[in-house]
């Protein structure tokens, strides 16, 4: 393999005598700690909220399925959940209802092969059979798909002996010493500390100095349950938008549809706005499920997201002096004038994982569990995923500049 400029991957690892801190305990973080303790290690995951996937990751519903995309990274990251899912995960926590994806012409909806092995083309008449409710196009049905309570995972992957949760514990600072890191409460008081840390929270990362620069945006997004009193619901239906089959009582049931999404937004609040827009997608997806006009629940989060829309998963840079070793960058000095690009030893991050956190979090666990351990069987997928490639991205456009050297 041949390292792209910046990208190289850290040349120290750890080992299983170094316990893990891990910032943050929604889906990326506990995917992170089960990965690690699966190689041996012991993890703490340190979170400021009371419970276990308190945040974005408290979504009641996530759909579950391979990406109907070429082979991209992007379906990469996707379609290891899907395997995951159908493969590890009890039958009570992926429901395996199956999802129709509507189309309008068969070439609407291109699969790669893989997913065409478990993918057949329905009819619009046999495709509403199979939802119990009548649509308006022909679409594919994926048998396997579901979808999972994110947070119950989360607690599925933290059941382990080696995995110890605080709660309640808000992390404000990061200050390194000889022996590694240390995380301070508000007060400046020593929460834990450890060689090895994973900063997992988010957006939180932005209250650190180490990781203030990581270019990331929040992005609001909400979904309703909604009572129907149509035929019962009975497969997820997909197409830009999506409807989950939820709780079913006598002759009705409870309809989960979404997800809104609005980029840039600061705070987490539900709107009647975005209860009308799922409203009208889940009866532009399926008109005969007869909706109530009101949601019984209604759920908001702000998904932390980076600009290409892929998550960022490595060790992380030292900002100030990357800039100064690479400032030469946009000029074409070959790779061999370049010194191997500088990290916090013992800094990680597992970010951005976007609105596809419950379809990336086990990959990015795995992939960043291996990274740590010095495995780097997936070193080209982890360099496209490294933190530091947007700061390559700003000095190659000439977009960022360097401190006094």
Not at 17 to 28: S, T
Not at 117 to 136: K, W
Not at 291 to 301: D, Q, R
């Amino acid at each position: 393999m041949t390292d792209k400029i910046g990208l190289n991957l850290p040349t120290y690892s750890y080992n299983a005598k170094h316990p893990a801190l891990i910032i943050g305990a929604g889906l990326a973080g506990c995917a992170v700690a089960h990965a690690l303790a699966k190689r041996g290690y012991r993890c703490t995951i340190v979170d400021q909220h009371a419970t276990v996937a308190a945040a974005t990751s408290a979504i009641p519903a996530a759909v579950i399925r391979p990406m109907i995309t070429g082979n991209t990274l992007q379906a990469q990251l996707t379609n290891h959940a899907f395997d995951f899912c159908c493969n590890s995960l009890p039958k009570n926590i992926f429901i395996q209802c199956g999802l129709l994806q509507l189309v309008k012409t068969h070439a609407a909806a291109p699969l790669d092969k893989a997913t065409m092995d478990m993918a057949s083309l329905l009819c619009t008449d046999d495709a509403s059979t199979v939802a119990n409710t009548e649509l308006e196009s022909d679409a594919w049905h994926i048998k396997q798909a579901g979808w999972i309570n994110p947070a119950t995972l989360c607690n599925h992957w933290l059941d382990h002996p080696a995995i110890e949760y605080k709660p309640n514990a808000q992390v404000t600072a990061l200050h390194q010493t000889e022996y590694g890191w240390q995380l301070l409460s508000n007060d400046l008081q020593v929460i834990d500390e450890s060689s090895l840390v994973i900063l997992a929270n988010a957006s939180d990362v932005k209250a650190f100095d180490q990781s203030r620069q990581l270019p990331i945006s929040q992005i609001g997004g909400q979904i309703d349950y909604f009572r129907s009193s149509g035929s019962a619901l009975r497969t997820i239906i997909s197409s830009n938008r999506y409807i989950i089959p939820g709780t079913q009582r006598s002759d009705s049931q409870l309809i989960v549809s979404g997800a809104t999404h609005h980029r840039d937004q600061a705070h987490s609040c539900v709107t009647a706005a975005d209860t009308a827009s799922n409203k009208l997608a889940a009866e532009s997806l399926a008109p005969q499920l007869s909706l109530a006009n009101n949601a019984e629940l209604s759920f908001s989060g702000l998904r932390c997201a980076t600009p290409d829309r892929l998550p960022m998963v490595g060790a992380l840079p030292d900002t100030a002096q990357f800039l100064n070793d690479y400032r030469d960058l946009r000029h074409g000095r070959p790779a061999t004038q370049y010194p191997a690009p500088p990290y916090h030893p013992g800094l990680y991050a597992a970010i951005g994982l976007g609105s596809r956190g419950a379809t990336q979090a086990a990959y990015v666990g795995d992939l960043l569990a291996a990274l740590i351990s010095g495995d780097h069987a997936h070193a080209s997928t982890l360099q496209s995923l490294q933190p530091s490639r947007f700061l390559i991205r700003q000095l190659r456009r000439g977009l960022a500049q360097a401190g006094p050297a």
